[in-house]
T-cell receptor, first 112, second 113 residues
Framework: GQNIDQPTEMTATEGAIVQINCTYQ??????LFWYQQHAGEAPTFLSY????GLEEKGRFSSFLSRSKGYSYLLLKELQMKDSASYLC?????????????FGTGTQLKVEL | DVKVTQSSRYLVKRTGEKVFLECVQD?????MFWYRQDPGLGLRLIYF???????EKGDIPEGYSVSREKKERFSLILESASTNQTSMYLC????????????FGEGSWLTVV
């Protein structure tokens, strides 16, 4: 089985930095994704981690520690358009394929 | 350009009806997924498939079945729709290989009355 935990809501100020954490307890871990989802839209890809360490992509960075079952998404220079839900998703190797399971998401609100 | 197409954006069905939600991808992906999304519960995996005619249960398979007769098409079936299946359903596909991202369809909003 799997258990993926994220905070439900976060609020931050425009121009600031925010860190969204994700912890997981799984067997057969095979990678972790972060997705962004605006209300009424499909999720869009932000980052992927399979090895320990930090992956940086513009204003967004993602970190993974496999031994601790922990990841975070770091958003810098926050903009109002970053207000969205951020989804952590874990890939699990199953008997036949790869199961992709999402956490419940973190609703980020960016304020002036 | 990659494309995952869900045949219906908005449906209203009656309790007890059989409902088919169709999903087609044009990227020759091995893996396809069906999720439902409800407020406060996030994306929950119903079923997934890793090859033609191969399927595995996700986290909430009860009340649903799936069909994958062709590689490009993955259908979600509600044998007898109930009001608690009112939700937004998302189809997704992904190529085999750990680093490959998942592509989502636009979503199907199903209301069961």
């Amino acid at each position: 089985g799997q258990n993926i935990d994220q905070p439900t809501e976060m609020t931050a100020t425009e121009g600031a930095i925010v860190q969204i954490n994700c912890t997981y307890q799984t067997s057969g871990f095979n990678g972790l994704f972060w997705y962004q989802q605006h209300a009424g839209e499909a999720p869009t890809f932000l980052s992927y981690n399979v090895l320990d360490g930090l992956e940086e992509k513009g204003r967004f960075s993602s970190f993974l520690s496999r031994s601790k079952g922990y990841s975070y998404l770091l958003l810098k220079e926050l903009q109002m358009k970053d207000s969205a839900s951020y989804l952590c998703a874990v890939i699990l190797q199953t008997g036949g394929g790869n199961k992709l399971t999402f956490g419940t998401g973190t609703q980020l609100k960016v304020e002036l | 350009d990659v494309k995952v197409t869900q045949s219906s954006r908005y449906l209203v069905k009656r309790t007890g009806e059989k409902v088919f939600l169709e999903c087609v991808q044009d990227m020759d992906h091995e893996n396809m997924f069906w999720y439902r999304q409800d407020p406060g519960l996030g994306l929950r995996l119903i079923y997934f498939s890793y090859d033609v005619k191969m399927k595995e249960k996700g986290d909430i398979p009860e009340g649903y079945s799936v069909s994958r007769e062709k590689k490009e098409r993955f259908s979600l079936i509600l044998e007898s729709a109930s009001t608690n299946q009112t939700s937004m359903y998302l189809c997704a596909s992904r190529s085999q290989g750990s680093g490959n991202t998942i592509y989502f369809g636009e979503g199907s909003w199903l209301t069961v009355v």
